[in-house]
């Protein structure tokens, strides 16, 4: 068994190396380990780089550049167009009519107070009214 300082060590170097794009390096690190007989985790993890290497850019980079890192933003964003419109006292919601009030929310914001004659194309959009019409 490794030591925890070990594994914390460890832990930091694999992180950044995700944080600068260099997926390759995580991914040989953690299939050192599984060959080892480690765990099923380590295949989950060493799997998931694999599928998403692609998507995985340099987050370093992206801040530097002066983009925003991290999720606070999506988290506001579900805040303002879910949570606060979508859970009130005593609403009920089919998830159908909830998917069509997202997408209807989500293009007001987006789309820069246009005028309300452009959501019916949203509504028309949604696979509920697609199917009743």
């Known amino acids: 068994m490794k030591s925890e300082t070990w594994l914390t060590e460890q832990i930091a170097e694999i992180k950044s190396w995700l944080w600068h794009a260099e997926v390759d390096q995580a991914i040989k690190r953690l299939q050192s380990w599984q060959e080892k007989g480690e765990g099923k985790a380590l295949k989950a993890a060493v799997t998931y780089l694999q599928e998403q290497r ?25 805040s303002l167009v879910i949570n606060w419109r979508m859970k009130r006292r005593g609403m009920r919601w089919k998830r159908d009519n909830a998917t069509a009030l997202v ?5 007001f914001l987006n789309a820069d107070l246009q005028p309300l004659g452009a959501f019916p194309k949203v509504r028309a959009a949604t696979p509920e009214y697609q199917h009743r019409h």
């Open 54 to 78: 692609d998507w995985i850019g340099s987050y370093e980079a992206w801040r530097q550049a002066g983009y925003p890192v991290g999720s606070g933003i999506i988290e506001r964003a579900m």
């Open 103 to 107: 997408a209807l929310r989500t293009a």
